[in-house]
């Protein structure tokens, strides 16, 4: 399949006008220059289209039912999303009042039918390879932001939070010997509540650097240097010591099931333990009654699944799968939570790295299981 010069991915067009052999001529015309085409026959179709396809540049009739062309125009202008993309108005409207409205709208061009094929081609493919170029410009502006956000996170914000929260460290443990102060016990809870709030926020400032690094390739890298094959057994025993001292401080006790020890999961084993240690910590977090964590492992011909069940306030699975974007927490104006819901966020994107998958359900007598799925390291299809 031959590649349009200059672009590396293949581009995709929408073609919007009412007359079908117009439609035919222009779509057949990019198919042979290898664009993906999509068709509409007024604006109104095209916005559906635009609703749930991806597009590099729209080709546009004026005239058309329903929707002309000027109102699909503002209509893709005013749209955040939709607004980027280089759109040509493609018309028979060719007077010179005609032509100047259409350039004066703000269009990226204007072509007048009957047109001539090699000019309408060339006009696009300009159109695509500008607007590519514009987005790595972008991203590339985006990945020197990103850089110097992780600089100043690392920097700026760790050095005066090591301050803040060995200082109130100190100041609590001087406290304990001036108990008999009046004033000692509104101290405490003020030094308390401080101490409190620098580990808040060093937990979030770390977690968001960690996504970072994430999105970098970072844990990517770690994963390919370093997976390798592990017993389920192993796993298990690793994650129940990252949590030993939450589990025992909030007074939790852990129903264990293992039905497949030594099967063996090829991963990098950090990553996995700390998504099973984000996916505890939640439901540790808002569990309040009943506080015991179901955790099984079990295997079927492809993959171990190992779940974390609780009894706790229960979810949506499906807000649990929209929470998953970074920042994003269930019923965050209901409910308050600490951190930056990015807890999810960096299991899921751990667990993709490694080849595996979250599932979430909810219980019947409340609470939640959230399932993580592993491929077997024997299992053909990896």
């Not at 604006?43 to 058309?64: E, H, K, N, P, S």
């Not at 650097?209 to 690793?238: H, P, T, W, Y």
């Amino acid at each position: 399949m031959e590649v349009v010069s200059g672009i590396e991915e293949r581009a995709s067009v929408l073609v919007v006008d009412d007359n079908p052999l117009i439609r035919s001529v222009v779509q057949s015309l990019f198919q042979l220059e290898n664009y993906q085409v999509s068709i509409a026959n007024n604006g109104q179709d095209a916005l559906g289209i635009l609703a749930t396809q991806q597009v590099d540049v729209i080709v546009c009739d004026v005239m058309m039912p329903r929707m002309d062309g000027y109102e699909f125009f503002d209509s893709v202008r005013a749209n955040d999303q939709l607004s980027h993309i280089p759109f040509l108005f493609l018309t028979a409207l060719d007077t010179d009042d005609e032509v100047k409205k259409g350039n004066l709208s703000g269009c990226d061009g204007y072509l007048t039918k009957p047109f001539d094929p090699e000019t309408l081609i060339s006009t696009v493919h300009g159109k695509v390879l500008r607007s590519r170029n514009i987005k790595r410009s972008v991203d590339q502006n985006h990945e020197k932001f990103r850089k110097r956000v992780l600089h100043t996170l690392s920097h700026e914000f760790r050095t005066p939070l090591v301050a803040i929260n060995t200082g109130s460290e100190m100041l609590l443990d001087d406290i304990q010997n001036s108990t008999k102060d009046p004033e000692a016990a509104k101290t405490k809870k003020l030094i308390e509540a401080i101490y409190r709030g620098g580990q808040r926020l060093e937990r979030l400032v770390n977690d968001f650097m960690l996504l970072q690094q994430i999105e970098a390739g970072v844990a990517k890298g770690m994963f390919e240097k370093r997976s390798r094959d592990c017993c389920v057994g192993s796993i298990l025993n690793c994650f129940l010591s990252s949590i030993d001292s939450e589990l025992s401080e909030n007074e939790f006790i852990v129903n264990k099931t293992l039905l497949c020890p030594d099967k063996k999961i090829k991963i990098y084993e950090p990553q996995v333990v700390e998504i099973l240690k984000r996916v505890a910590e939640n439901s540790i977090k808002f569990s309040e009654n009943i506080k015991q964590l179901d955790i099984a492992a079990y295997c079927n011909n492809e993959e171990v699944i190992i779940s974390i069940g609780d009894y706790g306030i229960g979810f949506d699975p499906v807000k649990i799968k929209n929470s998953i974007n970074a920042f994003s927490q269930i019923d965050r104006d209901k409910l308050e939570q600490q951190g930056g819901g990015l807890g999810l966020a960096i299991a899921s994107k751990y667990a993709e790295i490694n080849g595996a998958y979250l599932s979430f359900e909810r219980r019947e007598k409340g609470g939640a299981v959230v399932s993580l799925h592993l491929p077997l390291t024997h299992c053909p299809s990896h």
